[in-house]
């Protein structure tokens, strides 16, 4: 085994100076904690509202919720998303088991609060407690951390069990690579599969590091393929073998371990000969951008970001997250060997990382978060570069005051960036009116989620045993406490495939209350172009004649109807 070279906790003379003024260090600490304890409340006073997200209401909240009334998991048919890996919304099973859906957003937020702590941990190691709580504050104030930890999703929990899982794999090569490091960085890979699909990526790329970060620091002479793959395939292994219970669920329901993932290989009757357009032909037709927009992408997604904008990533990033990183390989050479490595793997990392991410899918800022945690720890590696940089050149005191001046102004417009989003959140959110009894828990969701007054008209009104087929509801269902199914399956319309088939519309209603539908909930802005669009003339004649004879409108409200089915006739 190779010696390792000393950790990365030197100063630079400019440092230094601060260091030896312990009135000033002091100082410096408390502003950071500060900083951070406000950030901190910040977040969790935005969280205290009831939850209108949509991914909560279709998938993180809704299922388990629907696991609870059924008495333990089973199969959903309708929900394609409930065939996701789910090691979070298990978790969220328990806030909401004692009536509570906000705790839910602490449980997530929990997970950045402890990737912070993995980020603190690393970086007082490798530089010193100052710059470990200006990491953390950082990481914390980027904009889709914030929203994420407002929020009950599972990115969270992605981000925590991936860069714990890396760090551990650098644990792992410092340390001269003993058998616990791999496992338990093998362990958090699989809970970040069996928490996020996304999660595969890491699984694929670090089951990839492993041989070749053994073969290439183990030292003591070539330690031969065959350890080099054993590791990487124990590692493999032990991944997989804590997201199995996800893959042997999805197996024996769909026949697919990760379903719906390549369902085109493993289940090729349900799925069309059309294949799907990549990311650059899809954003060319819908947002008609030009060659250079998208090959500035990986550029943008720093730069553009806005919430709930799927042109503009659906999320927003920090542009220092880009920028401070360049700084962090300025002049290597000097810094100790294991530095130099732990400073290469996580770029890497992060690079592969992103571009797996970007041209699998659609690009969403939540599908390359697992690479915020390695771009905040390179951003302070950064900062810190600067002020050795500062300190170690010839020129005059006045000089170095003026770049000090610009790198603390470059640190305060970053993190100013950040507060200009955590206050526009509370003014869209604003979750005080709530708190303060101003808005009751419903009039509060009322004023985000327009589909709210119809499900309370249908628990207030419907009967226990209603069945209620949802059609282009946006899958929002938790606030639903009849049973309900959604309209698409499988990308297939349930409704379409009835009027397609039907040559009257008792043929409809017929195969409706098969089903056991009893009632229906419609967006009808979005479902009358459907119609136009989708189906011939003869099918509208013979959708219309169904809506006039069997469907009775009971409640409508900012364009979601609720009607019965029943045969008006008799």
């Known amino acids: 085994m190779v010696e390792l070279e000393p950790r990365g906790n030197d100063l630079s003379p400019s440092e230094a100076k601060i260091v030896e003024n312990p009135a000033v260090l002091w100082c410096v600490k408390a502003l950071l904690l500060a900083l951070l304890a406000v950030l901190i409340v910040s977040i969790v006073v935005l969280s205290c509202v009831p939850p209108v997200s949509k991914d909560a209401l279709t998938h993180h909240l809704a299922v388990p919720k629907l696991y609870l009334r059924h008495g333990g998991i089973y199969e959903i048919p309708s929900m394609i998303f409930s065939y996701y890996p789910m090691n979070l919304d298990l978790l969220y099973m328990i806030p909401l088991y004692f009536g509570s859906d906000i705790v839910p957003k602490f449980v997530h937020f929990s997970f950045a609060l402890l990737t912070a702590w993995l980020i603190f941990n690393y970086l007082k190691r490798r530089i010193n407690v100052i710059y470990a709580i200006l990491g953390v504050i950082f990481f914390l104030s980027v904009p889709i951390i914030v929203k994420l930890s407002i929020t009950v999703y599972v990115d969270l929990g992605l981000i925590f069990f991936s860069t714990a899982s890396l760090l551990f794999v650098l644990r792992w090569i410092e340390n001269g690579f003993p058998l616990k490091y791999l496992m338990l960085s093998a362990f958090f890979c699989g809970l970040a599969a069996g928490t996020k699909y996304n999660g595969l990526v890491t699984v694929f790329l670090l089951t990839l590091f492993v041989p070749l970060l053994y073969s290439r620091y183990r030292g003591g002479g070539k330690p031969g393929f065959y350890k080099a793959a054993g590791s990487g395939m124990l590692f493999l292994f032990v991944a997989l073998l804590f997201f199995s219970p996800w893959m042997i669920r999805d197996y024996f329901w769909t026949n697919n371990p990760i379903f719906p993932l390549y369902d085109q290989w493993f289940n090729p009757q ?96 939540r599908y390359v978060s697992p690479i915020i945690p390695p771009l905040v720890i390179l951003g302070v590696f950064g900062v810190r570069k600067m002020f050795q940089g500062l300190g170690e050149t010839s020129v005059s005191r006045t000089v170095q005051h003026i770049g000090m001046g610009i790198v603390f102004s470059a640190l305060f417009f970053s993190l100013w960036l950040n507060a200009v989003y955590i206050f526009n959140q509370y003014r869209e959110i604003d979750p005080f009116s709530f708190m303060r009894g101003k808005l009751s828990r419903d009039e509060y969701i009322d004023k985000y989620r327009l589909e709210y007054p119809a499900m309370r008209y249908i628990n207030e009104n419907l009967p226990h045993d209603a069945r209620i087929l949802f059609i282009y509801i946006g899958n929002r269902g938790y606030y639903c406490d009849r049973e309900y199914i959604f309209d698409m399956r499988r990308n297939r319309s349930t409704l379409r495939q009835l009027v397609k088939g039907s040559s009257d519309a008792e043929t409809i209603f017929l195969g409706l209350k098969g089903m056991g539908i009893t009632h229906l909930l419609i967006r009808y802005r979005i479902f009358d172009k459907w119609v136009k669009t989708h189906f011939t003339a003869k099918d509208r004649v013979v959708m219309k004649a169904f809506f006039e004879k069997y469907v009775r409108l009971l409640f409508f409200k900012w364009g979601y109807g609720l009607s019965v089915l029943e045969d008006q006739s008799s």
């Open 270 to 365: 349900y799925c069309s000969a059309q294949k799907s357009a990549n990311l650059f032909i899809f954003r060319s037709s819908m947002y008609h951008e030009s060659w250079w927009e998208m090959a500035l992408l990986p550029i943008r997604i720093f730069f553009q970001g806005q919430d709930g904008n799927p042109q503009y990533f659906d999320g927003k990033l920090n542009p220092f997250l880009l920028l401070l990183p360049l700084f962090a390989f300025y002049r290597m050479g000097k810094e100790p060997e294991v530095l130099r490595n732990e400073k290469k793997i996580i770029l890497v990392f992060a690079v592969l990382y992103f571009c797996f991410a970007f041209f699998s899918s659609d690009m969403r800022v």
